[in-house]
């Protein structure tokens, strides 16, 4: 069950946080210039560094998703760093994915939570079932651990029972967007983000110590 109590603490200091938005510009297009080169950690550092791991992909999540004003982006930007997952063309795919195609569904937080766990745990070959059998396994897991840590899946059900107290639809219409800024609506959505880049991030960080 969400700790929306916990939840609460973390919105109230991601709204006021300083956020330096020159050096998260910085690493982000850093980051995407450097490319994906695959570069997993063995099981003793998985095991040993996991925490650390964790708490700095949550933040990059976060980060990543106050400067690209985009959560699906944010998300899956912080996993494919730390592990040299997928292409900038992953990235570019992930452009419409905010509230589901701004319809209000699925959060950005989880499709690029599952983007992330597909670039790692799925393969290039459609009929490789074995590996897309994992790769569901894992989703499955990832979605079951994002609904307890939230409560919810879909933007108007976090936004109302977590982050504003009622849907706020920046997206449809300026007046909307113009209120959600008012709210600190950037700052505050890039919780799911992190929380969802965290999940991911632990599945993948579980799976290489299981499969050592």
């Known amino acids: 069950m969400a700790d929306y109590k916990a939840l609460q603490v973390k919105l109230k200091a991601l709204a006021g946080r300083e956020w330096d938005m020159a050096a998260i510009e910085a690493r982000c297009r850093a980051a995407v210039a450097a490319g994906f080169s695959r570069k997993l ?19 990059r999540a976060e980060e990543y998703n106050y400067f690209a004003g985009n959560c699906a982006r944010g998300t899956a930007l912080a996993v494919m760093e730390e592990f040299g997952l997928g292409s900038v063309e992953v990235l570019r795919a992930l452009s419409p994915f905010p509230g589901f195609g701004s319809t209000g569904w699925m959060c950005g937080g989880v499709t690029g939570g599952l983007a992330a766990i597909g670039l790692y745990r799925g ?27 939230v409560g919810a899946y879909t933007c108007p059900k976090i936004q109302e029972d977590v982050v504003f107290g009622r849907y706020m639809d920046p997206g449809a219409s300026p007046e909307n967007m ?5 709210e600190k609506g950037f700052e505050k959505c890039s919780m799911l983000p992190g929380i969802g880049a965290r999940i991911a991030t632990d599945i993948i960080l579980g799976d290489i110590i299981k499969n050592a």
């Not at 560094?49 to 949550?58: F, G």
């Not at 113009?178 to 008012?182: L, M, N, P, T």
């Open 178 to 182: 113009a209120r959600f800024e008012q």
């Open 41 to 59: 950690p063995g099981a003793d550092e998985a095991l040993r560094d996991r925490e650390r791991i964790l708490a700095r992909v949550e933040l």
């Open 123 to 149: 393969s290039d070959d459609l009929g490789d079932f074995e590996s897309m059998g994992a790769a569901m396994g894992m989703a499955k897991q990832f979605m079951e651990r994002f609904g307890e840590a």
